[in-house]
């Protein structure tokens, strides 16, 4: 059972374009700021009540958001729904015949644990299953 | 200021298929289902806590939802946030140069006010505006 939605993910060509819109236009807070080297970004939190939304710039063209980019242009990347559970989560989920892209979770942004669903699985949306490091972030 | 992402919509080819993903995998509650003519789908909502997922299932091959999922295949469609007061919100996008589809409410599901933003000024990302018909839903 997934708590909330935890985040959108929307890949953006310029962070600081996307900023002007998220943080003036929008009056989202920027919580976080953050590079993922292993994921291949820049990302930023913006808080939107107790969900969030993740701004992601690729950190080159060979990247995944910086192909989804070229091949779909600037729009939303993945969702991302928060449990307390994460490992009981992908047991549960591998058990109803989910596939998974990330079989343990690995380390994500903010020190949170993540992991993938693979989208073959999940209806052609890519999904991402999120525990945050402390409860309630 | 947006209180919470209320809903991300989803476009799906066959509403029951996504449902077994949705409701039996994902252990989502069903809580609504309609026809939108107006906006040519047939859409369910499920919760996510506090949140909701919105499968989109288009009425034709013309529709807005039958054009997306023939140029991209299944996905996600738009995102919305919720508001308790969308006619002063969207005062305030407009002032902030944020352009609009629709400049007044419309109705959404469930009874719902929504009014979409012109994805030239939202990123290319399908932004809604919800104000739920009752608080808290």
Redesign the interface.
Known sequence: ?????DH?G?A?EDLD??LA?YE?????VLVHREVVEEQGVEAVLLD????HVELLAPLGPDTPVGKFLAK?????H??A??TTDIVAELER?TA???RLIDETPRTGIRGSSVAFLHPK?????LTEIVQPSHEGH
């Open positions: 059972m997934f708590a909330r939605i959108i929307i953006v374009a996307a819109l003036r236009d929008y009056e989202m939107v009540g107790e969900n779909r242009g600037p729009g939303i993945h969702v729904y928060q989920l109803a015949g989910v699985s999940s209806g052609g949306v």
